[in-house]
């Protein structure tokens, strides 16, 4: 930016201070040359023009060369110098003899090596900095400009301010000077990217088409050695350390006896003419009445505005001419007094100018000296050593210069120059929270570099303040890169994108991550690391917010990257793992491994299995069931929670799978990814999970007779070969495993090939449960080691398979209905020790196997029954199922492989609702194996339960006699449709008997008329009760005895009318 500035109309920091002529003592004619040099009729090209003053400090330097002319010669010249000219002259000595004899002479640079060594690096390190530096940016622009004109840049009409602000370099810049001395050396390569606009969505062009434009624009791109940018010519060879301290107290002197004791003189001279004049009374009144009476076009003169042609590097484009004041106005003198102000520091007065001539340039309509005026108030706002009494002022003044040199002044470089001066300054005092405002001020279309440069340094500032505002630097860094990529700054853009993907990767924030994703994989396209972006794009397919025709671009442009980097690297992309790919979606967490017989359904309540588990091996091992080493092995067991299998049974893993798109997608070739180890202790190892992704596709041989079971050795594995999830489908994938040797099968993973061209394998990863046992992992989130999937492989077992038959979905309240159990081994060893416990006891009776014809309710038969009953406390939940006796006579109930056994099972209405019955088998081998105890297995029943009746009882004593009550029953029927009818009633008591008294037994219709029970009515029965004839006063029953009460037609059996039910 400040290698463009030159000679401008509307201040004085850039025009001459003072000139400095200089003559040799060897001169034959000092006086005449001096006045060759410097004549005032004859202007020189930095003062010729209406808005310079040219009446400037002439600064005379006699240059004395000890080895070409005498000290006494040379000072009689500075002698008559200072007589003729005046105090302003100086005598400086500077040697031009080599040192050592071989270095040759000082114009022969052929002999450039031994001029290296003779060069002082201290001396020469004055100006190789800067002078390499400057010849640097030179050469680059020299080359854009040769490059442009030649035609081979593109650019396109849109994008031609994305470039420099200005024109083409022509005219005197401070770096022409620069040009000029090195001019004998070779050019630099300019920027590599061609100047192209990008439109905002850059996800609409495909990334085929721009890779075609990119190969067609590098075979017009200029090609340049960069081995010569080296600059190799050598300064200073003989200059010595008192020529450096000469030059040095030169300058000192001019600055500090001429130069500024001449602005001091020129600050007191247009302070008392010009500056005192306009703020006494008269100066007022007469600005005021030029603001009010005044005309709109004064009269044209030397002292007011003047248009002249435009010309020079900071003219915008388009403009001809402009309006100026001449070097002789009051309003240019005012400025010009305020500017000297400023450079002597003294900031107070220099604004209090600022503000007075700000006036005059509102009321003339000259808006480039009046947005001047505004900066530099701004600027001395900010240098006082005073506190700031509002800061909105300040922003408001350079507010108001941008708005003004962009809009009215067309002049985009004076606004950056305003904006990049208002920027150091707010560092300087560290307001960091201001600095934003006016770097994002400078953003707009009309210059993509210069808006991503400001948006980024914005952002920045907002992780300087006091409390860093993190997520709008993140925003300001994503504006940057994308205005960057619209500049082709590609490798700027791709920096800050992954900047701002640091900040967003632990939010939710799903569509921000995934345009950052997207934007580096891009980025890292153009710039060829196709493995970089083949990884970004991968991070973009899983997400569910974007339109579906977005997602199918995404993905067909991830596999047209993915297809090339494979074929650049040489990888198979059917073999080879991409990590990182997130489609489609596994939820770990509920993948779980069953056997074969294992229900489907009863994946749920797990925390409440693992109880009915543990319950149940306590009974078993209280009752004597498990004992010995088989108690030890059974807690165990119960602690791993693994899932034991025997050699030859399927296992299978249910895996969750989803699609998050919108569209279809295609799995082939998923197999799951396993390891096998001799030991059948759990797998205790912690794994890596970022390793095991990279493994390679795993491949066994076919098996006969199968068209998806596949031998690896120690166990054999289904392939599904493709399966297509639907948009927005989640469904399960169940994958079978036989082992065929003892030992473990840890479940690593998956593969899958996703769209039939990219490999994956994805690691489950499972948490266990979470440990809460020290206060250390109370105080952490701690999860133990999870052994789900690692499968446990033993020697032959019996496998236990369960049908329930007759069982219906709907029963009444009160209602028992008889089903059968099914039991059935398909293992290879014999079945036994078969224990039930249900979440559901009161609704559960089981049978013997004999029972299977008994009837649900006792005979009819009027005949009483008696009932000698264990009265001992156990747990109803868990009871013993009755197998088949064991040929030999063995009490041991066996169901040998491959049989079956039939076993009655009673299911009674005990409350209303909806139950889901719960029952845990376990069992044992009939012969013992070392590595189990015993195997479980869950299965689940879902039954509702209806209302029937509504039952009340109440007793009185009898009036007739003593010991007799009266009992009465009121019995609604809750149904709305269907009605009961009462057929059977029984007792159970040691010493009391019941008779009816409200229904006459004898009579047919009677009994049906007082036990039919229509819907939604109620009914009355009494009935007499009354103590036992053969029970003594006072004697206590040995044990306790049901007494079974029958009537001839009466009975508690619901039986429905209109046989609506059986």
Not at 43 to 67: A, C, E, G
Not at 316 to 344: C, H, N
Not at 496 to 503: N, T
Not at 908 to 923: E, M, N, Q
Request: with cysteine.
């Amino acid at each position: 930016m400040l290698s463009l500035r030159g000679i401008t109309e509307h201040e004085t920091f850039d025009h001459p201070v003072a000139i400095m002529i200089v003559i040799s003592s060897t001169n034959p004619d000092p006086m005449g040359t001096i006045t060759q040099l410097y004549n005032p009729n004859i202007p020189s090209f930095t003062v010729d023009r209406p808005y310079v003053d040219p009446n400037i400090l002439r600064y005379y330097v006699l240059l004395h060369d000890p080895h070409t002319a005498s000290e006494s010669q040379a000072q009689e010249t500075f002698e008559k110098m200072r007589k003729t000219l005046g105090l302003h002259c100086h005598l400086l000595r500077i040697n031009s003899k080599a040192r050592p004899p071989e270095t040759g002479h000082l114009l022969d640079d052929t002999d450039v090596p031994s001029a290296e060594h003779d060069a002082d690096p201290a001396i020469r390190e004055i100006w190789q900095h800067q002078l390499t530096e400057s010849y640097t940016i030179e050469s680059r622009m020299q080359a854009y400009a040769a490059a442009t004109n030649s035609g081979s840049v593109g650019v396109s009409s849109s994008s031609s301010t994305n470039g420099l602000d200005s024109p083409a370099l022509s005219g005197h810049t401070r770096s022409s000077s620069v040009s000029s001395n090195v001019s004998s050396l070779q050019g630099i390569p300019p920027p590599t990217t061609t100047l192209q606009t990008t439109p905002l969505e850059v996800g609409n062009t495909s990334l085929e088409n721009e890779q075609l434009q990119q190969e067609q624009q590098k075979q017009h791109e200029p090609i340049l050695d960069e081995s010569t940018a080296t600059v190799t010519k050598q300064y200073g060879r003989y200059v010595t350390d008192d020529d450096v301290n000469a030059c040095k107290g030169m300058v000192r002197e001019f600055v500090i006896q001429s130069m500024i004791p001449f602005m001091e003189r020129n600050i007191q001279h247009w302070n008392e003419q010009v500056a005192s004049a306009r703020r006494g009374l008269t100066g007022r009144l007469f600005g005021a009445s030029r603001r009010l009476f005044g005309s709109s076009s004064r009269t044209q003169s030397t002292h007011s505005l003047q248009t002249i042609p435009a010309s020079g590097p900071n003219v915008p484009a388009g403009v001809t001419q402009v309006t100026i004041y001449p070097y002789s106005a009051p309003e240019a003198q005012m400025r010009k007094l305020a500017d000297y102000a400023f450079m002597i520091r003294d900031y107070k007065f220099a604004h209090t100018i600022y503000d007075t001539v700000r006036r005059d340039y509102a009321t003339d309509k000259a808006y480039k000296y009046h947005a001047g005026t505004q900066e530099m108030i701004g600027i001395c706002l900010l240098m006082m050593n005073q506190h700031l009494r509002s800061k909105t002022d300040v922003d408001r003044n350079f507010e108001l210069a941008v708005q003004q040199f962009l809009g009215r002044c067309r002049s985009p470089f004076q606004a950056t120059r305003t904006t990049v001066m208002y920027y150091e300054l707010l560092k300087a005092h560290r307001m960091w929270k201001e600095v934003p405002t006016a770097l994002v001020r400078m953003t707009g279309e009309d210059s993509d570099l210069r808006s991503a440069l400001f948006l980024e340094q914005a952002a920045h500032c907002f992780l300087r303040t006091p409390k860093p505002m993190v997520r709008k630097y993140g925003f300001h860094v994503v504006m940057a890169a994308h205005r960057y990529g619209k500049a082709l700054q590609r490798e700027h853009a791709l920096r800050c994108y992954k900047l701002a993907s640091l900040i967003f990767e632990d939010h939710t924030w799903s569509i921000a991550k995934s345009h950052i994703q997207f934007a580096l994989g891009r980025q890292s396209f153009h710039l060829g690391q196709l493995e970089g972006a083949a990884t970004y794009f991968a991070n973009v397919l899983a997400d569910a917010k974007q339109t579906p025709q977005q997602q199918a671009a995404h993905v067909r442009e991830f596999m047209f990257i993915y297809r090339q980097y494979t074929n650049l690297s040489g990888i198979d992309p059917l073999e080879e793992s991409l990590p990182n790919l997130r489609l489609p979606v596994f939820n770990d967490q509920h993948v779980r491994v069953s056997l074969s017989n294992a229900q489907a359904n009863n994946t749920d309540n797990q925390e409440d299995w693992a109880a009915m588990e543990r319950e149940l091996l306590e009974q078993n091992i209280a009752k004597g069931f498990i004992y010995g080493s088989k108690k030890a092995l059974a807690l165990q067991q119960q602690h791993d929670n693994r899932v034991i299998c025997a050699i030859g049974e399927p296992t299978i893993v249910h895996i969750e799978v989803s699609n998050p798109l919108q569209i279809a997608i295609q799995l082939n070739n998923i197999v799951l990814g396993c390891e096998h180890r001799e030991s059948i202790k759990p797998f205790n190892e912690k794994r890596d999970p970022e390793a095991e992704a990279y493994d390679t596709m795993v491949h066994g041989t076919s098996i006969d007779n199968s068209n998806d079971m596949y031998s690896f050795g120690p166990y054999e594995l289904q392939q599904i070969n493709e399966i297509t999830l639907e948009p927005m489908e989640k469904r399960w994938i169940n994958l079978a495993i036989i082992p065929r040797k003892e030992g473990s099968i840890l479940v690593k993973g998956v593969h899958y090939t996703l769209n039939g061209l990219v490999h994956r394998f994805h690691p489950i990863v499972k948490k266990g449960k979470r440990l809460n046992d020290t206060l250390e992992n109370r105080r952490s989130v701690v999860y133990g080691q999870d052994h789900t999937l690692d499968i446990m492989v033993t020697s032959p077992m019996p496998l236990l398979d369960l049908q329930f038959h007759n069982v219906p979905e709907t029963i009444l309240s009160g209602e028992v209905v008889q089903t059968v159990l099914e039991i059935n081994n398909k293992g290879n060893k014999g079945l036994t020790a078969l224990r039930l416990k249900s979440s559901h006891p009161s609704f559960i009776c089981i049978g013997n196997p004999e029972e299977m014809d008994k009837q649900i309710y006792g005979g009819n038969d009027g005949k009483s029954e008696k009932f000698a009953l264990d009265n001992k406390l156990y747990d109803p939940s868990v009871v013993s199922v009755s197998l088949p006796k064991k040929e030999g006579g063995s009490d041991v109930g066996v169901v040998n492989s491959g049989q079956t056994t039939l076993v009655p099972l009673w299911i009674r209405g005990d409350r209303i609702g909806k139950h889901t019955f719960k029952f845990l088998f376990s069992y044992q081998s009939e012969e013992d194996d070392a590595a189990i105890a015993h195997r479980t297995m869950r299965y689940t029943l879902n039954v509702q339960v209806l209302p029937s009746l509504k039952i009340n009882a109440f007793t009185r004593p009898s009036a007739a006699t003593v010991n007799e009550y009266i009992l009465g029953i009121e019995i609604e029927n809750l149904q709305t449709v269907a009605g009961f009818q009462l057929t059977q009633l029984n007792a159970a008591s040691p010493i009391w008997s019941i008779v009816p008294l409200s229904i006459c037994t004898d009579s047919k219709q009677d009994v049906e008329a007082k036990t039919a029970i229509p819907p939604r009515q109620t009914t009355f029965a009494y009935y007499k009760v009354s103590k036992l004839q053969d029970v003594s006063e006072g004697a206590k029953p040995a044990a306790l005895n049901i007494t079974k009460l029958v009537f001839v037609s009466l009975c508690f059996h619901l039986s429905l009318l209109d046989n609506t039910y059986p």
